[in-house]
């Protein structure tokens, strides 16, 4: 309730447009006669979708939809995946639809609200220019992560992930899927497994102890922790630590 008041009295809430912030729908309907302004910072960006890209050639037509789009396939099992920020260009666009978003509701601090955005816009392009040159001096392009929350990175770097898991850490695996699975790594001779910081799973952990895999940790950036915030870690420090990472794995 606390919560609520204080987003009621705010000048506007930003949600992801996504189906990870299950609680959106519910806040957007408590404060719709309140002067709050709503802001989908997904808005106008393309999702890809949340299913595995081997799965089926008809997913692969549904890539690039809306939100409002994908949902209109949901009765078919075709789940967007959420993890936009993960690709630096289309979190310019996210940037760019909350700066939008404060321009509407302060303009005359809007060359302020330009200039912070140009800079943040000059960070992300580095971010990509780095994941690039990582990419491009890799010796491989698969990694094999215990939950699949990376598709965003094939998308934009033609990468390659190897998910033990689905998109929800809780989807696991047949003992059929987990046998192709330990057999497909110990095919590739891939020599790391990539874990969530702090997630553990059952599937992703008999996966390991088959095929005899190095652990490294990969941050999708669902949430910031508090101990992220005391060691002054942010978006993208994070992400220059999974680059460093996924080099490791795909040299």
Do not use: C
């Not at 789009?69 to 260009?89: C, M, Q, R, Y």
């Not at 192709?180 to 001779?189: D, M, T």
């Not at 990969?218 to 993208?236: V, W």
């Amino acid at each position: 309730m606390k919560d609520m008041m204080e987003v009621a009295e705010g000048d506007a809430f930003i949600h992801s447009g996504t189906a990870m912030e299950g609680f959106a729908d519910a806040v957007i309907d408590a404060v719709k006669k309140e002067d709050v302004e709503i802001v989908n910072a997904t808005e106008n960006i393309d999702f890809i979708s949340g299913q595995e890209e081997s799965h089926s050639e008809e997913e692969e037509g549904h890539e690039g939809e809306s939100e409002e789009e994908h949902a209109e396939h949901s009765e078919e099992g075709l789940d967007i995946d959420p993890h936009v920020w993960l690709d630096p260009n289309r979190s310019i666009r996210l940037a760019e639809n909350i700066k939008n978003a404060f321009v509407k509701i302060n303009p005359e601090n809007k060359e302020t609200f330009e200039t912070n955005f140009k800079l943040l816009e000059k960070e992300l392009d580095m971010l990509d220019e780095e994941f690039k040159h990582m990419v491009a001096n890799a010796n491989s392009d698969t990694f094999l992560v215990s939950h699949s929350a990376y598709g965003y990175w094939t998308d934009a770097y033609g990468l390659k992930q190897i998910g033990i898991s689905g998109l929800s850490p809780t989807d696991e695996p047949s003992q059929g899927e987990i046998i192709e699975i330990i057999s497909l790594v110990k095919e590739q001779k891939l020599a790391y497994i990539y874990f969530k910081p702090n997630l553990t799973n059952k599937a992703a952990n008999a996966v390991q102890t088959e095929t005899g895999s190095k652990t490294v940790t990969l941050n999708n950036l669902e949430s910031i922790t508090p101990e992220n915030i005391k060691n002054n870690e942010d978006y993208f420090t994070i992400m220059q630590e999974n680059i460093k990472a996924l080099a490791k794995g795909l040299q």
